[in-house]
């Protein structure tokens, strides 16, 4: 592709170089640049991409793109003006990989909470009814069930630069369907401005990145976005917001507990660790074994049937598939143990978040519930006191620590979230890694230990700095510790 044709249907001004010029790819971050290559020098929080354009040009671009009002020094190469580089970009990303995407039909998924498990779920679905599929989000690209070795970004929705790129990989190998994590941040920074989204799913909203986009209102402005970019959207009738997108579409599904739903849950039973669901679509009612206990795991078990079953497949094709599904790393993830003592790892970092795992875990628990978590400083300061209530209500003890702190100071976060207790005995371990050891040490057996907030996550932030950390391998060290110990008493 040639500039001039890239740019032909966008508002621009050009000046200087060739539009004629063949271009490679496209890139707003210099560092990548390529020779061949468009530098879009968009103005990020951190870095303005204006000051790179020098090393960008020195490195092969052929172009730059902008949208600053910026004196123009000499450059050999066209520079086009843009009235917005971050729209532009998505455009532009989409226009290189060319028309063959549309082979894919693409999947969105969106809510507060769940959308990596729903994303995971349906994917499983598709896969066990014969289908190749992909996955991509907060865990990275999974083909067919496989993590995919490379680099999706940090994002959960990764920016056009990835993810055009992406698409394009998994039409070379075959793929049928692909599942995306949409959220608030992606959509609303216009990273999926272009994206040709076939079906968008509504999960659920409630608090959380206030902070990232300035209020509750423009949280839920970039979460209606999905409905007007989707062919059709799928929503949960449970949720007034989901609900409400209804309003904002011609077609819609709708997935529920009440039978005002399309597909709805008319009977439920909970047998130990496992839930039976009568569901209901149109007059056929068909039973559902899926292998979790509590209302969240039901709402996101619903959500990937729904959306499976508007691809064409009925429930009875794709009941048989439910009981062997799988939670994704980090969520409510068991840490296995012959200590008498069930641990698991949860990435709940929302007060809604955390009641829905501590309400699923109330189910299974047979004596004490006990939490360990933080909350994530420089994020949303107000919803640290709500956290507290909500481990105040569930658990009998908490322990409070450190959650990627940053540039806060950790104390100082965990005061905050101590003001929502009010009833439960609670200790206080900065070390989140003491903290951890700690409420292991104490839980007897038919005790449960809750370890919130960072789920999958390898890292802890604090300050500037990135140490690697995981909830997951301290945990089992730990254990292994306790058994080494246990051992040698006898």
């Known amino acids: 592709m040639i500039l001039a044709e890239l740019i032909k249907d966008w508002p621009c001004e050009v000046q200087g170089g060739s539009i004629r ?43 730059i793109v902008y949208d600053q009002d910026q004196p123009i020094e000499h450059l050999e190469v066209p520079h086009v003006w843009v009235p917005d580089c971050s729209t532009f970009l998505s455009y ?16 969105g998924v969106t809510g507060t909470n769940g959308k990596t498990t ?85 999960l659920n909203m409630s608090r959380d990145h206030y902070d990232e986009h300035g209020s509750k209102e423009k949280y839920e402005l970039a979460k209606r976005k999905l409905a007007t970019l989707a062919n059709k959207i799928i929503v949960n009738a449970d949720d007034p917001f989901c609900l409400n997108m209804k309003q ?54 619903l959500a990937a049937v729904a959306t499976v079953q508007q691809l064409g497949y009925p429930l009875q094709t794709i009941a048989p598939s439910i009981p062997y599904l799988t939670l994704p790393s980090g ?5 296995e143990n012959d200590l008498g003592i069930r641990i698991f790892i949860d ?17 299974i ?8 978590f933080g909350c994530g400083g420089d994020r949303d300061q107000g919803k640290r006191r709500e ?60 005790d449960t230990v809750l370890i919130a907030g960072k789920g999958h996550e390898t890292t802890q932030i604090i300050g500037n700095e990135v140490v690697p950390f995981s909830d997951y391998e301290i945990a089992k060290e730990y254990i292994k510790l306790l058994k080494t110990r246990l051992n040698d008493e006898k």
């Open 387 to 446: 956290m507290g209530k909500v481990a105040d209500s569930y658990a009998h003890k908490i322990w409070l620590t450190s959650d990627n702190p940053r540039r806060e100071q950790a104390d100082m976060i965990i005061a905050q979230i101590a003001q929502g207790i009010d009833l439960t005995p609670y200790a206080i371990k900065i070390n989140r890694k003491q903290a951890i050891e700690s409420a292991i040490a104490e839980a007897n057996p038919g």
């Open 365 to 372: 628990s047979k004596k004490k519930l006990i939490v360990v």
């Open 248 to 301: 904002h579409h011609v077609r819609s599904f709708t997935f529920g507990r009440h039978r005002t739903a399309d597909i709805s849950v008319i009977h439920k039973e909970i047998n130990g660790t496992s839930t039976v669901l009568l569901v209901q679509y149109l007059e056929n009612p068909v039973e559902i074994k899926m292998p979790f206990v509590g209302e969240h795991h039901q709402q996101n078990v």
């Open 21 to 63: 010029v063949e271009i490679s790819g496209i890139t707003d971050v210099a560092e990548q640049i390529q020779p061949g290559n468009i530098f879009v020098a968009r103005k990020g929080k951190q870095h303005n991409g204006w000051h790179f354009v020098s090393e960008a040009v020195a490195k092969g671009a052929v172009a």
């Open 331 to 335: 969520r409510q993830q068991e840490v």
């Open 118 to 202: 729903v994303t995971h779920f349906i994917g499983q679905i598709l896969q066990k009814l014969g289908a190749k599929v992909a996955v991509l989000g907060t865990l990275g690209l999974w083909i067919n069930g496989e993590r995919q070795d490379q680099n999706t970004s940090s994002m959960t929705t990764p920016p056009p630069t990835y993810l055009y790129p992406i698409f394009a990989q998994c039409v070379e190998l075959g793929v049928k369907y692909i599942i995306i994590e949409a959220s608030s941040l992606g959509l609303s920074q216009h990273r999926l401005d272009h994206c040709p989204i076939d079906y968008g799913v509504y």
């Open 92 to 107: 532009a990303c989409k226009a290189v990989v060319g028309d063959k995407i549309e082979l894919l039909t693409v999947i």
């Open 347 to 363: 990435y709940a970092h929302t007060p809604s978040a955390l009641v829905a795992v501590l309400q699923s875990l109330k189910l």
